[in-house]
Nanobody, 129 residues
Framework: QLQLAESGGGLVQPGESLRLSCAAS????????IAWFRQAPGKEREGLACISGWDKMTKYADSVKSRFTISRTNAKNAMYLQMNASEPEDTAVYYC??????????????????????WGQGAQVTVSS
C-alpha cells in the first residue's frame, strides 16, 4: 500500500521551532517531486515548499520563505519541513505530498496541489502562547 504519514505536529509558542516529518511506505521518494501544504480553518489549501525530483529546483511560498526549510533523506525514505520563527498564522493542518517520477517532475516542482498524486493524512500544528 502506497502511503505517506506525517509526524511531529503539536503545540508550539510563537517564535519557537518545530520539525515535521513525513515517512513514505510502499514506494520510494527518491526521484519524486515532494512538497508541503497546509490548510487553516476556513481557508484554502496553501502550498508552502517543494523540491523537484532531482533536487535541482526548490520553491517556497512568500509567507514562509526564510522561515521554513524543506528537505529529504533518501536513506530514510522521508521528507521534512523545518519551521522556525513560528507565528500564530502558521496554525493549520500540514500535509506532505509527492508526485510519481516523470520527465517533468524530475526537473521542476509546483506549489499547486493538483501536481501531486500521493498525500499524507495531515498533522495539526498550533502556534499559540
Amino acid at each position: 500500500q502506497l502511503q505517506l504519514a506525517e509526524s511531529g505536529g503539536g503545540l508550539v509558542q510563537p517564535g519557537e521551532s518545530l520539525r515535521l516529518s513525513c515517512a513514505a511506505s510502499g514506494f520510494s521518494l527518491e526521484g519524486q517531486a515532494i512538497a508541503w501544504f497546509r490548510q487553516a480553518p476556513g481557508k484554502e489549501r496553501e502550498g508552502l515548499a517543494c523540491i523537484s525530483g532531482w533536487d535541482k529546483m526548490t520553491k517556497y511560498a512568500d509567507s514562509v520563505k526564510s522561515r521554513f526549510t524543506i528537505s529529504r533523506t533518501n536513506a530514510k525514505n522521508a521528507m521534512y519541513l523545518q519551521m522556525n520563527a513560528s507565528e500564530p498564522e502558521d496554525t493549520a493542518v500540514y500535509y506532505c505530498a509527492s508526485r510519481s517520477p516523470s520527465t517533468l517532475s524530475q526537473r521542476i516542482c509546483y506549489l499547486d496541489g493538483t501536481f501531486y498524486d500521493h498525500w499524507g493524512q495531515g498533522a495539526q500544528v498550533t502556534v499559540s502562547s
